[in-house]
């Protein structure tokens, strides 16, 4: 940036009294365009930051007068100057989306969920200062939007806080304009463009100012005129010069004018498009409402009724698709006052007539008798006559509806008196309560008026409108604007003539309008808005033949488009939902494999979008062939979450979601292809869209065939990428050499952190290669190795990396042929390791002597959470060393020991360690013959331990003996949730002894008698023993010889004593 030449006081005395307004004007533009003061002994400029709001700039009172004036303009509002995380934080983006560019805005928070990808941000005070010590200020800056989201409200309250000296501190001057007064001029110099903005140049000497840095705002780019084209534009570098206001534009942007100016442009995403991307230093998004947001929206709109603001908000979110758009600030406020308003005039919460809206039609249908009844508010009528009301209304659709409609189809959307004349606009009518609620004034700095409708949506309803009610008359083509064309007779005709240039619009400019065409034949429009704008029952002629026409249109698309899913749309706003609804209920069932149509394929496209079942996670596996997937593709660039388990999708299918994930629109987070036929040629087509990818975290590609060549395209684009944390091989046959390479990519990737190797053969040789990763990797946290063969050799491996290592958080080493030495090695680690949280040593071949190394760690370490050690050979002798480790050991929260030939003299130690121990929240005893004495012992330890909330006793020899001491320590015990005591024999003795406890117990919250020779007498005993207790959730009774009626007997028992307990029986 070229920095002005700063004047001493003498001189700057001297230019104070010099020079003609004209002269000064001059001045300004001279230093605008960079040719003042840039001499090479131009000494640096020094600080100008305003030391309080109005204090003069440089002691220059024009400036002063400029902050004035702007702070007058600007006023207040209900965000401005606020500290909204919207408004002073604004999203980083590279660049446009193929969706941004070719999408209406409705279909941009559709496709996307309401969200915005971007993670980076930038605040409002450095948002035009360089990103990092090396880079330079932005000259250029575009911020974009779609309609509604804040964009000149971000303007308003940027201009306003420079006024204060709060943010831009090194602009000495912001001038500040919008494209609906640039709109008023047919040509303009740049000379004049700074008179506009900026009146007080001429008042005093200009020469004195010195100004360092200008700020140009333009803010609107959509609704400029005339659209900017850069390659037919003649260059001009006359600031004198009159010329098109589009080519003045362009000319600022190239920079032939005012190259030493930063330019901040404010536009939708889609118009923003014209400004060519290589001009463009930095691109910001303004972001929508966040749940919380919207929430806090509805709350403000009605402070004074919180009853009423919790409906609405209710109502918002009991439609997916309508809370999606409250994602956009002036729909959530539009939506708020419908419903508001519908709710107040609910005489009857059950009354028919005023169902809350499920559509977007009924919405604004709600938002349109609202409008009227303030009309009638303004005559001075309580309660106007309808006749009064429905000519008001169709007057102002008749007059504003063909502005709105012809100004839909010429993409204006700000209009002047001359536009308003031409379509015969009484501007009396402007000014009624009506004709307010849609259509808004906004003075120019021309002094003339500009009009624009509250929301685009509010322009395309009442164009709708129109347009159903012209149609029904008229003989030619209303989409001509009174041109020449083919006879059109009747409604149905004029509907698919607008269908048909929906469908053909390639930037979806008359999606939303055909939305509303179709609404105004629902039957519920239709009782909204009968006598108003509707004739009663006149939607029952023609409903049935547009379902059909719009059906039509989804037998031709091989890929479905944002057209297609747009049908559907219109479908729903009919309220002809029986396409949509049995591709619903095929997602439920499991049958959609049968609908590969492609009226089905768009209705599975629209469901993505907005069922809530597929918010989360569109769920897809058994029912996708590649041609089904193939159409698809479009719109799964928008899923969060995709699952495509057992789907048999081979190395092709592969390519095509390489290229899905390849996209620059891609918002896929989570992609599960488990269970398919990926060979190396698939796993190297994904490999190279993570080179590229940035928003894929999770990978899962478990049971397929990728082999060591797939394991290495996926390990060379893991060198790169820098979003994936999670990545899943597990049983693809990797072997040492999958192992080497991932083990290479650790050794440089810094934000892979759960990494799933299970059932891959890798033996000793893998295994080093991963440790030596390990010893130099810090961003792993879970690593999966269990079944795999990697021996006491790969076991002593990982110990020397563990004692090194001090990221990893999980280790799974189960079933790997790991025995003592290997125990012994990972033990040493274990005592010097400070991070490892959880350690699987299930089914390996752990003897008594491996057991006193796992207890002598134990009683070292003091991290280690979670140790599972089920199926070993521990036996009492094992069992008994590392029950007096957890007497001593506070770290431990969770202890698998099932299935390690445990008997009665290991129980009894370790019933003596609960009674000290303060830390063991889950412990595991199943399938180890304790019995009774067993049982009867770690009971005595309930009856004083109060940290354990769950006990595993599945298949452990007890019987009566043992459940009756089980019995007598739950009576005590106030923090055991969770007794599972499954495939034991207690019988009727044991069932009367646990019921009598739950009469008192309140902490239980889960019981398993599953198989313990209940029979009837004893479930009937637990089943009325719940009567008295409030605290249990889930009991299962199976397998106890009850029989079907006495199920059936029992199960209504726990019903009618327990009705918050569910029972299986």
């Known amino acids: 940036m070229r920095k002005q030449e700063v004047r001493t006081g003498g001189e700057a005395g001297q230019g104070h009294s010099a020079g003609s307004p004209a002269e000064q004007v001059k001045a300004l533009v001279d230093l605008l365009a960079g040719k003042g003061g840039q001499g090479p002994q131009a000494p640096q400029p020094t600080d100008r930051t305003p030391e309080c709001p109005l204090r003069s700039h440089g002691n220059d009172l024009r400036i002063q007068r400029h902050r004035e004036a702007l702070l007058n303009r600007t006023g207040g509002g209900p965000e401005l100057g606020s500290a909204s995380p919207r408004l002073t934080s604004l999203l980083l983006v590279e660049g446009l989306t193929d969706l941004q560019l070719r999408e209406h805005d409705f279909t941009q928070v559709e496709a996307t969920r309401g969200g915005w990808c971007s993670t980076r941000t930038i605040t409002l005070d450095r948002l035009f200062l360089p990103l990092s010590r090396v880079s330079i200020p932005p000259r250029i800056s575009i911020t974009i939007g779609v309609a509604g989201v804040g964009k000149t409200t971000l303007v308003r309250n940027f201009v306003h806080l420079w006024a204060r000296g709060q943010v831009g501190k090194d602009f000495s001057l912001v001038l500040p304009l919008t494209f609906r007064d640039l709109n008023t001029h047919d040509k303009l110099s740049a000379d004049r463009l700074v008179r506009s903005v900026f009146p007080h140049a001429g008042e005093t000497g200009l020469a004195s100012a010195a100004l360092t840095k200008v700020l140009l705002v333009l803010d609107g780019l959509d609704e400029c005129k005339t659209p900017l084209d850069f390659s037919n534009t003649v260059a001009c570098t006359d600031p004198k010069k009159e010329i098109q206001v589009d080519h003045l534009i362009t000319n600022i942007i190239r920079g032939n004018l005012f190259p030493s100016v930063s330019v901040w442009v404010t536009s939708r995403p889609s118009a923003a498009g014209q400004i060519p991307g290589g001009l463009v230093d930095r691109m910001t998004e303004i972001r929508g409402f966040n749940e919380e947001e919207i929430k806090m929206c509805l709350e403000q709109m009605f402070p004074e009724d919180q009853v009423l603001s919790g409906w609405v908000l209710s109502q918002v979110q009991a439609d997916r698709a309508l809370y999606l758009m409250c994602a956009v600030p002036a729909f959530c406020r539009l939506a708020g006052l419908a419903l508001g308003h519908l709710c107040r005039n609910r005489r009857v919460p059950q009354d028919t007539e005023l169902w809350p809206p499920r559509t977007l039609c009924e919405l604004y249908s709600w938002y349109f008798r609202m409008a009227l009844g303030r009309e009638g508010q303004e005559k001075g009528k309580a309660s106007p006559r309808i006749e009064q009301l429905a000519y008001s209304g169709r007057k102002m659709v008749g007059t504003l509806g063909r502005l709105a409609f012809h100004g839909l189809v010429r993409k204006k959307y700000v209009f002047y008196e001359p536009d308003l004349k031409v379509f015969g606009m009484d501007l009396a009518l402007l000014q009624t309560a009506l004709c307010s609620c849609f259509l808004q ?50 409604f149905l005709t004029h509907f698919k003539g607008a269908a048909q240039r929906a469908m053909q619009a390639e ?89 590969t149509s492609p009226p089905h394929r768009a209705a599975l496209a629209y469901l993505l979008q907005v069922s ?22 479009p719109q799964l660039l928008y899923c969060r979450s995709l699952r495509l388990d057992t789907n048999q999708f081979q190395d092709p299918v592969m390519e095509l979601l390489g290229s899905v994930l390849s996209g620059k629109d891609c918002r896929i987070q989570r992609i599960s292809l488990a269970e398919n036929q990926i060979s190396n040629k698939g796993a190297k087509a994904l490999a190279r869209s993570l080179l590229v990818n940035r928003s894929l975290t999770t990978l899962d590609l478990r049971s397929n065939s990728i082999g060591p060549q797939g394991a290495k395209a996926l390990a060379d684009a893991l060198k790169i990428n820098r979003t994936l944390a999670s990545l899943s091989l597990q049983s693809n046959r990797i072997r040492d050499d999958g192992a080497r390479s991932m083990a290479e990519a650790l050794a440089t990737n810094r934000t892979l952190s759960v990494l799933h190797l299970q059932k891959n053969t890798i033996g000793p040789v893998g295994t080093q290669w991963m440790a030596d990763a390990l010893k130099q ?23 020397e990396a563990l004692r090194v290592n001090q990221g990893l958080k999980s280790l799974d080493l189960q079933s790997n042929s790991i025995s003592d030495p290997g125990v012994a090695a990972l033990m040493g680690a274990l005592c010097a390791n400070q991070t490892l949280l959880s350690l699987n040593l299930r089914e390996n071949s752990i003897s008594p002597e491996g057991a006193q ?20 050979l521990l036996h009492d002798q094992g069992a008994q060393a590392i029950a007096a480790a957890v007497r001593e050991n506070r770290a431990l929260t969770s202890l698998h020991l099932q299935w390690n030939f445990i008997q009665a003299g290991a129980a009894k130690a370790l019933g003596q360690a609960l009674q000290l121990n303060t830390s063991l929240t889950s412990l595991d005893l199943q399938e180890n013959a304790i019995g009774d004495e067993g049982a009867s012992a770690v009971a005595s330890a309930l009856k004083v331990n109060t940290a354990l909330t769950a006990l595993y006793l599945q298949v452990a020899s007890i019987g009566a003996l043992g459940a009756q001491a089980l019995g007598e320590a739950l009576a005590v015990n106030r923090t055991l949730e969770i007794l599972d005591l499954r495939g034991n024999a207690i019988g009727v003795a044991g069932a009367k002894a646990l019921a009598s406890a739950l009469k008192v117990n309140s902490s239980l919250r889960r019981l398993n008698l599953q198989e313990n020779s209940l029979g009837m007498d004893g479930a009937i005993c637990v089943a009325t023993a719940l009567s008295g207790n409030h605290g249990l959730q889930h009991i299962n009774l199976q397998g106890n010889h009850i029989g079907e009626s006495g199920a059936r007997m029992i199960s209504e028992a726990i019903k009618t004593n327990a009705p918050s307990c569910t029972v299986k029986m």
Not at 464 to 476: G, P
Not at 781 to 798: T, V
Not at 863 to 869: G, N, R
Request: glycine share 8%.
């Open 777 to 799: 990797n810090r961003s792993l946290k879970a690593l999966m190795f269990s079944s795999n063969s990697i021996g006491d050799g790969g076991a002593k491996a990982l110990a």
């Open 612 to 633: 809530d079942v597929c918010v989360q996670e569109a769920n897809l596996p058994l029912c996708l062939s590649e041609g089904v997937l193939q159409s698809l593709l």
């Open 507 to 595: 930037d979806g400019q008359l999606d939303v309008f055909l939305r509303f065409l179709s609404g105004f034949l629902s039957p519920r429009v239709n009782e909204l808005l009968a006598g108003f704008l509707l004739t009663q029952g006149e939607h029952q002629g023609y409903r049935a033949q547009v379902a059909e026409l719009l059906q039509g249109y989804l037998r031709r698309d091989v890929a479905v488009c944002a057209r297609a899913v747009n049908v559907l749309h219109c479908l729903h706003e009919l309220r002809h939902t029986e396409l949509t609804r049995s591709v619903e209920d095929a997602m439920a069932s499991g049958g959609l494999a049968g609908l």
């Open 441 to 490: 004034r906004e003075e120019t700095l021309a002094s003339s008026a500009a009009y624009c409708f509250t929301h685009l949506s509010l322009q395309e309803f009442v164009a709708a409108a129109y347009y159903y009610s012209a149609s029904k008359r008229a003989i030619f083509d209303l989409f001509t604007e009174g041109g020449m064309s083919w006879p059109r007779l009747g």
């Open 853 to 872: 190394d796992l207890a002598r760690a134990l009683c070292t370490n003091s991290t280690l959470k979670s140790l599972d050690l089920t199926a070993n």
